[in-house]
């Protein structure tokens, strides 16, 4: 397993958004050949909605992503935050790959949540939302932090987008360059 990247700064105090691949930025998962190549098992372009995401973070320089998808088990952190475009990697400040789910969580399919919530607290991240398509068993009182998306739609999803608009709205700075 590589190390994380030297560049990346965590910022418990900015606002973070942790972050999925499949499900959220694609309709699909991920497979990967041995030739190194990646496809989606719904036969989805890869990566099709960041441009959504990218457009939604634009005005709000100081937030940060956390990644949360199984990608950084098999291609390392570094090489999984590489395949995004430039104006998301650059906002990459780590994975939850060192909180990883434990057995019963993952037997009682709450493993993302519950290694999501590891993480921040573990950081001390201080104002954060978790934007994925398997985020269940969210505790009571931290319904708030999660944003389930539609894995057959994904960023695609209209309303998912404007409720993570609202909450960047409410949590995050805008650049004065952006209105």
């Known amino acids: 397993m590589k190390d994380q990247p030297e560049n990346w700064k965590l910022n418990p105090r900015a606002p973070t ?74 906002r990459v400040a780590g994975t939850t790959l060192r909180y990883p789910a434990r057995m019963g969580e993952v037997n009682a399919g709450i493993g993302r949540t519950m290694s999501i919530l590891r993480h921040a607290v573990a950081c001390g991240i201080e104002t954060w939302l978790a934007v994925g398509d398997d985020l269940y068993g969210v505790p009571s009182g931290k319904e708030d932090h999660f944003l389930r998306v539609p894995s057959d739609t994904a960023l695609g999803t209209p309303s998912v987008r404007h409720a993570l608009r609202e909450w960047l709205a409410a949590n995050a700075t805008a650049s004065r360059s952006h209105p």
Do not use: K, M, N
């Open 17 to 90: 958004l942790y972050l999925g691949y499949g499900g959220v930025l694609h309709v699909g998962e991920g497979l990967i050949d041995t030739d190194g190549t990646i496809s989606l098992d719904s036969g989805g372009r890869l990566f099709e909605f960041v441009p959504y995401l990218a457009d939604l973070l634009a005005p709000y320089p100081d937030v940060q992503l956390i990644l949360t998808t199984a990608w950084v088990s098999t291609l390392g952190e570094a090489r999984t935050a590489e395949l995004l475009p430039v104006e998301l990697s650059g």
